[in-house]
């Protein structure tokens, strides 16, 4: 009975010393390093930029051309967001997918005799013009119709407010995008003596406009339209184009009427690079 129950035992004892190698050999061995993944980028950063066409100042004939820029830093999970671009440089601090609010801030060229508006002699120059403000959007249906208000006041050049209020029907055909909506643009009384009126001084030095005092309110009514292609994730083009007539007592001004002109076109196009970022580390950007 003793030599059965110690044949057991040694026959136990053989096998576990069997099974023990065979166990540890189907172990990963602690000397393999694991492989090192790096993580993927947890950002997106868009950048646009282009030539736009745009008139020199407001009210006049001639034109110059000027950089279009846009920048957009995402975080996981947003998409890029819908602009144009004669929306001001803003920077999105609310944002309830219907409702987006923020500051806005926009540049205005100067006004002078240079670039063929020699028939502007003896008015007053206008330098130029940093204007800061605040815009809200709101978006009825989402992804498809846009509408969006600003309102700024110059901090630099003229001393004025101004504001605009424009919608846009959006709609995606494939790798393009296109919009259309209407503009419309406000002016305070300092904004509009600035571009606008003529003092009877300064219709005896040039000569061929009589003096002339503007109100403020409406200033113009237009339209704007953009397409936009996508070559593939990382490469897109905008082409873009906006007019605005000069209305009200800004339409009726000599400015617009002898000086310059009652319309106003815009064009450019843009071309956009997104890229993947894995942010600053800082306050979870």
């Known amino acids: 009975m003793r030599f059965s129950s110690a044949l057991r035992l040694a026959a136990s004892i053989s096998a576990v010393s069997i099974a023990i190698p065979a166990f540890a050999a189907d172990l990963p061995s602690r000397a393999v390093a694991p492989a090192y993944v790096d993580p993927a980028p947890i950002f997106t950063v868009i950048i646009a930029a282009g030539p736009e066409v745009t008139p ?25 967001p819908f602009y144009t671009p004669d929306d001001s440089f803003d920077f999105r601090i609310l944002d309830t997918g219907w409702l987006k609010a923020g500051p806005a801030a ?20 206008v330098r130029d013009s940093v204007e800061l403000g605040g815009f809200v959007e709101l978006w009825p249906f989402q992804d498809h119709l846009r509408i969006r208000g600003e309102v700024r006041k110059a ?35 300092r904004y509009v003596n600035n571009f606008f009126s003529i003092t009877p001084t300064e219709a005896a030095l040039n000569g061929r406009v009589n003096a002339y005092q503007a109100s403020s309110g409406l200033t113009s009514v237009g339209a704007y339209a953009t397409v936009r292609y996508d070559f593939n994730s990382t490469y897109s083009a905008t082409l873009f184009g906006g007019y605005d007539r000069l209305a009200s007592s800004v339409g009726s001004s000599p400015v617009a009427t002898v ?24 306050m979870g950007y």
């Open 56 to 80: 020199s100042f407001p009210g006049s004939k001639s034109y110059t051309v000027l950089p279009s820029v846009h920048l957009a830093y995402l975080k996981p999970g947003e998409h890029d």
């Open 106 to 125: 926009n540049f205005l060229n100067r006004r002078g005799l240079s670039d063929g508006n020699g028939q502007f002699f003896g008015l007053h120059n």
């Open 155 to 189: 901090v630099s050049g003229y001393d004025g407010v101004v504001g605009s209020i424009g919608a846009d029907a959006i709609g995606r055909f494939g790798p393009f995008q296109a919009s259309l909506g209407p503009r419309v643009k406000f002016g305070d009384q």
């Open 259 to 282: 000086l310059g002109t009652r319309d106003q076109f815009t064009g450019g196009v843009t071309l956009a690079y997104t890229f993947g970022f894995k942010g600053f580390g800082i």
